[in-house]
């Protein structure tokens, strides 16, 4: 019984801790500009996150190796640099759009200045991961973004078209803008399966001790936590739809995510909007930043964990550190998260090649992984995925030049 | 031509594309900033909606009409510094006119997000400013 309420307690922190500031920004300006058209591509990144997330939690356990281990470990030095490197850039680039996120969430909430509130955000952020037992910031963070549930009631009350939310969900091309809508379908998908959150995962496998025993917990927490944590995409996508499309509006500023709630539900969607927004950015800020350290620490085979005290891994602590004040640098320039946003999950998914294949390799490795390797279904998905994630990872880049960065 | 000089002509150019500058402005460009002006207004609309029926917060209001009305006065300034010909000049000029309006209604709401009468009459005007800008972008 009590091994069950850890589990719903795990998922329900998942499902909050799904959404970042990626999945705010492209859900709302997809289901602003084609409505519920781009609905089926939530369900592709879902789908995709599962199956990678499903394969790292699956190497970790049998080899007790995080992401950037295994990589450095079965395909060298260099290989692994080159993603390292990739990965570590895409990686702060989220950290500091997460912070300035954060930071314009509390001037709507408190209207403070914006940069005073990126310095108190980034001090906020710095005390919680120094004093706080892993295990609070992950449920505290996760819980409070459950708040973000005001979007699906938000959604139901703004009266959508069921029938057209229904055919959002079976994949078709755009009559119209065709670039547009393809750079807004990588944008969901690169959101979906943003790499940090794979890293963050695999490393908490190791960490926690699961070994192959714990492979059918694994599949079940990432079905069940992507896939409930994909209904909150839903939720953005379907009130942007409702509400922003009919009237032009085409969302430019995290107040304007917020606004998806208010019009419906008023003063009390509003705030819990706001702390949803709040919580789930500032959750994804901290896992951002110690994806980062995890993935040095790992790299370079440095001690690491967020259960030791600081101490007892001061480079993985140094790491940590270093990316906050990075993030505050880039930050403190004055750009604009949303757009910061827009840039980090389109260079994810160009990166993102550099650590699927190899994880992909490793996983179908039956020297390394023994009977626990890929399986004919594991597989198939595997490389399904891995030809489309190749063809968003070609064509991002284009797409967001073609398309001005969507605008048209 | 070296690396370094082709890095250097990415990083002169790509910002001074991004910019936009002064120039002449293509019917393109003028549909684009008459659709991010019609946007703006709209949006600045349903906030007004919000604070006239009391149905949100001060501070809210407040700080998010300032950055729509930053928005919209970039907007401005973006079509005061371009150059047009014929039918599209007149147009810009409106679209020009149009910008500064709503810039200057979404500061009224910025600074009096507790007044819900004037809230009532800058939904009204934006609303109405909103199908302006539209019509403009056709």
Known sequence: MKKVLQIALGILAAIGGFVDIGDLVFNVEAGAQFGYQLLWVVVVGVVGIIVYSEMCGRVAAVSKRAVFDAIRERLGFGVGFGALVSSQLVNLMTLAAEVGGVALVLQLLSGLPYRALIVLAILALAFVIWVSPFEWIERIFGYGGLALLVFAVGAIKLHPDWGSVGHGLVPHLSSSDHLVYAYFAVGLLGAAMTPYEVYFYSSGVVEEGWTPKDLGLNRANVMIGYGLGGFLSFALMITAGALFLPLGVEPQFIGTVALGAQVPLGTIGLILALVGILFAVGGAAIDTCFSGAYNLAQYFGWEWGKYRRPSGAPRFTIAWAILLVLALLIIMTGIDPVMLTEYAVIFSVVALPLTYIPILLVANDRSYMGRYANGRLANAFGLLYLVVILVVAVSAIPLMIITNQGQG | ?138
Do not use: N
């Open chain 2, 1 to 138: 031509m070296p690396l370094r000089a082709w890095i250097c002509l990415v990083l002169l150019v790509l910002p001074a594309s991004a910019c936009g500058g002064g120039g002449t402005l293509s019917t393109k460009a003028f549909q684009t900033q008459a659709e991010s002006l019609q946007s703006l207004a709209a949006e600045g609309a349903l906030v007004a909606d919000g604070s006239a029926d009391g149905r949100t917060t001060e501070t809210f209001v407040s700080v998010h009409t300032e950055y729509l009305g930053k928005a919209a006065k970039k907007v401005e300034t973006k079509l005061a510094g371009a150059q047009a010909s014929g039918e599209l000049e007149e147009k810009r000029k409106r679209a020009m006119r149009l910008a500064g309006r709503v810039a200057g209604e979404l500061g009224q709401l910025h600074r009096a997000p507790g007044d819900r009468a004037l809230a009532d009459r800058l939904a009204s005007d934006l609303r109405d400013e909103a199908d302006a800008a539209e019509k403009l972008a056709e």
